[in-house]
């Protein structure tokens, strides 16, 4: 945990929401599901600034990710490939956290 690229983390992560497509119809489902995470992952992502993450930041900010991915209902492969990118660019394993969400 202690070599993850705070930068490249939430760049992929916020990639991710990004260009993953909403297969979901619910507006409201949508901004509680969607915006509502994203806006705590900016928050996070400010709070952090230019020091590393914490375990339990980076565990939170996955947690809000899975919650995004399954509000635009984004099919189990394409979620997986996305955390595997994740952990690719990030430097991220995933056995170091406890990925409750996904």
């Known amino acids: 945990m202690t070599d993850i690229d705070t930068t490249a983390f939430f ?18 489902e949508y901004a509680s599901g969607v915006l509502e995470p994203t806006a705590r992952i900016r928050a ?3 709070e952090v600034g230019d020091r ?4 339990a930041e ?22 997986e490939y996305y955390l595997q990118y994740i952990e690719k660019v990030a430097g991220i394993s995933r056995a170091s956290l406890s990925l409750s969400g996904w």
């Open 58 to 79: 980076a565990e939170e900010v996955l947690g809000l990710l899975g919650t995004t991915l399954r509000t635009k209902r984004t099919p189990d492969e394409e979620r």
């Open 11 to 28: 760049g992929a992560i916020l990639k991710t929401i990004a260009s993953t497509r909403n297969h979901g119809t619910d507006q409201s």
């Open 44 to 46: 996070v992502e400010k």
């Open 52 to 55: 590393r993450l914490t375990p």
